[in-house]
């Protein structure tokens, strides 16, 4: 019987009410007496120096405040990256400086160069055309192997070249390397992109930037997953300010999606300009704007090659990977193709040994950062995709391949870095193979080749890392933040409940999921407890929404809070029922002394905590908890896919017909809310897989600038997906046993649907080993016809 | 001739409610300019007289080019509130008439039963939002090498009725974004025979939607018209080879053997020469296939 509340109910989203009756409030929707707008002049160009830039006829325009150029931070710090990598042979990596205003040059289409605050955004927009810029074009670098070159031009001319690090993760002996490659019976290499996407979340980007001059007090209205961090970068590294003075407020946010986890050049401008201007100073973004400045996802090219003794065990993996970051370091950019993707290159499988090398390149592009996933989806990609390869190479079943090498002892240390604690690889398998009907594909394409189309089957496994942690070994990789979190539960004198806590929830459902783990507890109606959150100034901290995290830490910070709250209200239950507190007992609202019919009903308590007239005098009156929680271990959620998919030859046309998805999540809260984050993931995975493209041509302008180049995924280009939660080993390191699921969906589904596409053109007979995505018509008709 | 109910603007019901002006993206980032709304032709033309003024249809083009401040007219001119331009009819000689500021939408309604390859056109342009903005004069006088409508006022040997002059479709697209109209010249109907059968295949622009190819054939007693949106740099355009092999047999086979150059075909990010090439004749192939 599914339950109808607490952990474990379809609870239906309260959120929703307001997101779907247009109640929601943005930070569009927040608009400051007396505010300007501000307008950024960006560059047209990919690559030049400034030689001119002379901002005195913008300023004389009607309505202008001020007008800003890069001069105008000379005194403040630059856009810091939060997580320093070290290369292979012990150096930092090379950080440039990202200046909030271009310095003499500009590094990519779309960099600011001087901000018009106006009266109104029409006259900020119009001074901006009365700017004289002059700017000498440099030749731009766009592709990362020619940045890598010898003498190649330099995006920052004060770097010894264009590579950020060059990294490596597992095996260091390249010549144990070679030697296993050496003796396989079979070794399958595949070249392979993966593609930059952009986000593009419904909600572009905005920030208002407000300042009081009576107290010295800023506020920072912004589009942001993590309001804390926002407001730390900026206090401690841009602009200097005390973190008390600063209140950072992320409102509803219209999805994020990874790229609103990032501290940008225009909220430290709102906020430095309010002062400047002593007015309140807003932006918006433009979807045109979006495209040129919001930080971009994926963009790396791999080589990778696996070892097969003679009996198809996996037993060497090797990858080369180019990462594109862009022009500058977004803020954790650097950790994305590194610690979020060379820990996750073992995968499913016990392959004993694997050597990841990955090199970050600058290039005149947008800055590269987190994309739903980070890194693991590229992980998930090249070794589901060689996997294919291998299995089709070796004429064996694609399942069976993978079932052979699968780990299945927990926990289980991977060559790099590592520790699975749990995992049911191939009961997760079973359940897909059973929910995808596998057994009836032969039949399906029967069908489907009747009518003239080819059809395929795409299998994949992925693991993933979530809730990135502990941070004392965050630390030492690098991460200049911790990673933990933060939650206060404060209970009211009439029983209910406001919970402040870190996790910021954009889309996920948090004000619907966390008050079902509270309410379960004390076991009190969901409808009692509400979620605060996305306000610097009422909650104690937080390290924000990112990485599947936020039910794995902040929810632990919160189960933590609350089990302290419910030790302090046993205190005073024992005191009014005149009981030992050994011998008191919650359940269903009511402390009861064990063995009695002797009790105190949930309201009672919580009214004499803040009415203590007959109170313990030990006891502190008030009913409030904060608990910070810092895990022990990254959780692992892991699941095997299952893609169907219709080519038409004629016209290379792929439809997806069928789409499974076996997780294993731990445990579950609201399996609704879990439905839904895999159908969303899965979403833009085929996305990525089908449609998402974005394209620069060699002088850096960008080619898919707009949705009528840029192809999201519609509703008509997904299909009704099957999701199986059943198969759950609860993570064994956090309270509630669960894993995160934020994610898994763009993880794993990229490597299904390819796989999908190669099954149907190598059912064609043609026989092609890769296709590159997006797998658009134009490129399946070419494969077909090469 | 006879028009259809006018549908409300969905601009005037927004400032009934609301007490103030639709909200239309950023106005605020758009050149400034004045606007009108006449409700007659002639007084559309007369508006048009005044130095760069624009016309307006649904706006679904011309917006967000102004947003982009890619255009700056002093006035827009806006032919939604002309009665005698809205609207469908059918002719006593049997002609599909439209009037030039007829959005999508009530073409997909109203001409599904008089002409229903039309109406399908009408009906797979954009989304229902555009479909109900945008309209066939604009469309038409727009000629997007991509849209919808050139092919079927092509393949349909159409007729184009401006407030001087009637045109013939052979004669009136002259390339991308290019056509025969002069400075201030509004499209006021479109007069399409009805042909005994016809069909549109159009292989969606995966970002776009537009036409990446779409291929209208029609049918006529007199011969058959094939035209060709989406695929050539000089914008749509009628595939004569086509025309006669169909013209002795219309059947798909007939077409076998046939292909186009793919010489003057566009490459971009979607699709290659070639690719867009080989798409003409599949989708050709397939409109005499569903006007079989
Ligand atoms: C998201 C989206 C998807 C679309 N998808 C498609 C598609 O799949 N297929 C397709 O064919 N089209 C598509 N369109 C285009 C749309 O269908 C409109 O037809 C087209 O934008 C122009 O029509 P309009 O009435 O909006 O003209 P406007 O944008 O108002 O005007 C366009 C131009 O025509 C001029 N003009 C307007 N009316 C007249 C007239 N009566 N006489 C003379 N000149 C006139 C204007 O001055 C302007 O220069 C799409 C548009 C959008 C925004």
């Known amino acids: ?786 | 001739m006879r028009l259809g109910a006018l549908p409300p603007d969905p601009r005037d019901i927004y400032s009934q409610m609301k007490g103030g002006s639709a909200p239309f993206g950023k106005e605020d980032e758009m050149y400034s300019f004045d606007f009108e709304k006449p409700s007659s032709i002639a007084d559309a033309v007369a508006a048009l007289g005044a130095e760069d003024a624009q016309a307006l249809g649904g706006g679904q083009t011309l917006i967000p080019t102004l947003k982009q401040r890619l255009a700056a007219p002093s006035v827009l001119v806006s032919l939604s509130g002309i009665a005698e331009m809205r609207g469908v009819c059918v002719e006593d000689d049997g002609a599909l008439v439209i009037g030039g500021a007829t959005p999508h939408a009530i073409v997909a309604a109203e001409a599904a039963g008089s002409y229903p390859a039309l109406a399908a056109l009408a009906g797979q342009i954009g989304d229902p939002a555009v479909r109900n903005r945008g309209t066939i004069g604009g469309s038409v006088a727009n000629n997007d090498p991509a849209a919808c409508y050139p092919a079927g006022v092509l393949g349909s040997g159409a007729t184009i009725v401006t407030n001087t002059r009637q045109v013939a479709a052979d004669d009136f697209f002259e390339g991308m974004f290019a056509t025969v109209l002069e400075e201030g010249e509004i499209i006021t109907s479109v007069r399409f025979p009805v042909p005994q059968a016809a069909s549109y295949q159009k292989f969606l622009q995966p970002a776009s939607r537009f036409a990446l190819v779409g291929v209208y054939v029609a049918r006529f007693a007199d011969g058959v018209r094939v035209a060709v949106t989406g695929a050539s740099e000089d914008g749509v355009f009628r595939w004569t080879e086509a025309e006669a092999a169909l013209n002795k047999e219309f059947r798909p086979d007939a077409l076998t053997g046939l292909s186009i150059n793919p010489a003057n075909m566009i490459a971009d990010l979607h699709g290659s020469k070639a690719y867009r090439a080989h798409l003409v004749s599949v989708m050709t192939k397939r409109a005499v296939m569903a006007s079989l």
């Open chain 1, 1 to 786: 019987m599914p339950k109808d509340s607490g952990i474990g109910a379809s609870s239906k989203r309260r959120e929703d009410v307001r997101f779907l009756t247009g109640a929601g409030n943005y930070t569009d929707d927040i608009n400051v007496a007396g505010q300007a707008y501000v307008y950024f002049l960006r560059s047209d160009i990919a690559h030049g120096r400034i030689t001119g830039l002379d901002t005195s006829a913008a300023e004389a325009m009607p309505g202008v405040v001020k007008v800003f150029t890069g001069k105008d931070f000379e005194g403040v710090g630059g856009m810091p990256c939060g997580w320093e990598v070290t290369d292979k042979h012990g150096a930092p990596m090379q950080e440039p400086a990202h200046p909030i205003l271009a310095q003499g040059k500009v590094r990519h289409v779309g960099d600011p160069i001087a901000a018009v605050v106006a009266d109104s955004l029409e006259q900020a927009r119009d001074a901006a055309e009365a700017i004289d810029l002059e700017i000498e074009e440099l030749p731009a670098v766009i592709d990362m192997k020619a940045a890598a070159q010898e003498g190649a031009v330099l995006v920052h001319d004060d770097l010894k070249n264009n590579i950020c690090y060059d990294w490596q993760l597992g095996e260091t002996d390249d010549a144990k390397v070679n030697e296993v490659f050496a003796g396989a019976a079979h070794v399958t290499t595949l070249d392979l992109v993966n593609n930059r996407l952009v986000a593009n979340p419904m909600e572009p980007r905005v920030a208002v930037g407000e300042y009081k001059r009576g107290t010295d007090e800023y506020t920072l209205y912004t589009t942001s997953q993590n309001p804390h961090v926002i407001r730390l970068l900026m206090c401690a590294f841009v602009l200097g300010l005390p973190e008390h003075k600063v209140r950072v407020v992320a409102p509803d946010v219209g999805g994020g999606f990874g790229t609103k986890i990032f501290h940008y050049a225009e909220e430290a401008f709102c906020t430095f300009a309010a002062k400047a201007c002593n007015r309140p100073v807003k932006w918006t973004s433009s979807r045109s704007e979006a495209f040129m400045s919001d930080a971009h996802g994926r963009d790396h090219v791999s080589t990778i090659e696996l070892a097969l003794d003679a009996d198809n065990n996996f037993i060497g993996l090797r990858t080369n990977t180019y990462a594109n970051l862009g022009a500058y370091l977004s803020t954790f950019s650097s950790s994305v193709p590194t610690w979020l993707h060379g820990t996750l290159m073992a995968g499913n499988y016990k392959t004993p040994v694997v050597q990841v090398n990955v090199r970050a390149m600058f290039t005149n592009t947008v800055p590269v950062d987190a994309y739903r996933g980070a890194g693991r989806p590229e992980a998930t990609f090249q070794l589901e995709r060689v996997v294919d390869k291998a299995a089709r190479e070796l004429g064996v079943d694609p399942i069976a391949l993978r079932r052979q090498n699968f780990i299945t002892q927990f926990p289980y240390d991977t060559p790099v870095a590592l520790t699975y604690d749990t995992g049911d690889y191939n009961g997760t398998m079973d359940k897909l193979e059973a929910a995808a009907d596998l057994a009836g594909f032969a039949a399906r394409r029967a069908a489907s080749e009747a009518k003239g189309k080819l059809r395929g089957l795409g299998i994949n496994c992925y693991i993933e890392a979530c809730g990135i942690a502990p941070s004392n070994i965050v630390g030492m990789l690098g991460a200049r933040a911790g990673l933990y979190d933060a939650a206060t539960v404060r209970v009211n004198a009439t029983g209910s409940i406001s919970v402040m806590v870190g996790a910021h929830s954009h889309g996920q459902g948090h004000e619907t999921a966390f008050p079902q783990v509270v309410a379960d507890m004390i076991g009190i109606d969901e409808s009692m407890v509400e979620i605060v959150h996305g306000d610097t100034s009422k909650i104690p901290f937080g390290m924000g929404t990112y990485g599947s995290r936020s039910l794995a830490v902040c929810g632990s910070a919160m189960v933590k809070a609350t089990e302290k709250v419910i030790d302090k209200a046993k205190k005073i239950a024992a005191h009014l029922l005149e009981a030992s507190e050994a011998d008191i007992e919650l359940k269903d609202g009511q402390f009861s002394v064990a063995g009695t019919d002797k009790s105190v009903a949930w309201g009672d308590v919580t009214l004499t905590a803040y009415v203590p007239h007959n109170f313990p005098l030990e006891v502190e009156p008030g009913l409030e908890e904060t608990a910070f929680y810092d895990p022990a271990n990254f959780t692992f959620p892991s699941g095997a896919y299952a893609c169907e998919v219709e080519l038409d030859p004629e016209t290379g046309q792929v439809t997806i017909e069928a789409f499974t998805a076996a997780d294993d999540f731990g445990n579950i809260v609201n399996p609704m809310i879990v439905d839904g984050q895999v159908h969303g993931g899965i979403g833009q995975g085929i996305g990525q897989a089908l449609l998402e493209n974005c394209a620069y041509d060699e002088n850096g302008q960008l080619l898919s600038a707009s949705f009528m180049d840029y192809a999201m995924p519609r509703a008509d280009d997904v299909p009704f997906y099957g999701v199986d939660h059943s198969s759950q080993t609860p993570c064994t390191h956090n309270p509630l046993g669960v894993k995160g699921c934020g994610e898994a969906g763009a993880i794993g589904s990229p490597p299904a649907v390819v796989n999908a596409v190669l099954d149907a053109m190598n059912s064609g007979g043609k026989a092609v080993d890769h296709i590159d995505m997006p797998v658009s018509p134009s490129r399946v008709w070419a494969a077909m016809n090469s």
